[in-house]
């Protein structure tokens, strides 16, 4: 199957701090990615809609100012938690639906990054 | 707005026996219905996934599933489990061509006793 990298994989930081956090289509092009964000032994939550040239698309509830998405191509979405408190630790998730032919096909999760702010 | 309901937050069974994990969804619309798997430390994983015509799915690893369109239902069945079936289970809804962002229900953590 396809995959998608994330990268990093853990990160701690300080309170008030910002952090980005990348993930790459490694062997596709993604023109659509999403994140979302995993609290601990609950489900995943749709946090925005990564678009290819273009601003991305946030679920209700989410700050956009808090949560800064950039792709820049057809491989690369980053996330960056602006201004970060300990409310926001936790674990983000991507992922990039791959198509073939113009069909959709499948979407492909990245290992996800576990951010602690303390 | 979807919503995706999984009715069994933890499951322990024994090796062999029978699986059946529940999943009931609400949205108005045609969705798309998946099964997707987290090993532990692993990435998630699709297992099967629904967008129209047989309403039985098989997917990988023996697993299959059933849309019940009049019960908004789409239960994930194995029929003898393993101890690696040990993991994290989610049911996930979307609408339109299948690609927009999921909508997950809480998850199911399933334990297999060797």
């Known amino acids: 199957g396809a995959v998608v990298s994330q990268h990093p994989s853990r990160v701690i930081c300080k309170s008030g701090t910002s952090v980005k956090i990348e993930c790459r289509s490694l062997?596709?092009?993604?023109?659509?990615m999403f994140w979302y964000r995993q609290f601990p032994k609950q489900s995943l939550m749709l946090m925005a809609t990564?678009?290819?040239?273009?601003?991305?698309?946030?679920e209700q509830g989410v700050e956009k100012d808090k949560f800064l998405i950039n792709h820049a191509s057809l491989t690369l979405s980053t996330l960056t938690v602006t201004s970060a408190h300990p409310e926001d630790s936790s674990f983000y998730i991507c992922?990039?639906?791959?198509?073939?032919?113009?069909?959709?096909?499948?979407?492909?999760f990245g290992p996800g990054t576990r951010l602690t702010v303390l | 707005a979807q919503s995706v309901s999984q009715h069994n937050h933890h499951v322990i069974l024994s090796e062999a026996a029978s699986l059946e994990l529940g999943c009931n969804y609400s949205?108005?619309?045609?969705?798309?219905l998946f099964w997707y798997v987290q090993y532990p430390g692993q990435h998630l994983q699709l297992l099967l996934k629904?967008?129209?015509?047989?309403?039985l799915v098989k997917g990988i690893k023996g697993f299959e599933a059933e849309f019940i369109k009049s019960k908004f239902s789409f239960n994930l069945r194995k029929p003898s489990v393993q101890w690696s079936d040990t993991a994290e289970y989610f049911c996930?809804?979307?609408?339109?061509?299948?690609?927009?962002?999921?909508?997950f229900g809480k998850g199911t953590h399933l334990i297999i006793q060797p």
């Open positions: 629904y967008f129209s015509g047989d309403p």
């Open positions: 992922s990039a639906p791959k198509t073939s032919g113009g069909t959709y096909n499948e979407q492909f």
């Open positions: 949205y108005g619309g045609t969705v798309n």
């Open positions: 996930a809804v979307n609408s339109g061509g299948g690609a927009d962002g999921l909508t």
């Open positions: 990564s678009n290819e040239g273009s601003k991305a698309t946030y």
């Open positions: 062997d596709f092009q993604a023109t659509t």
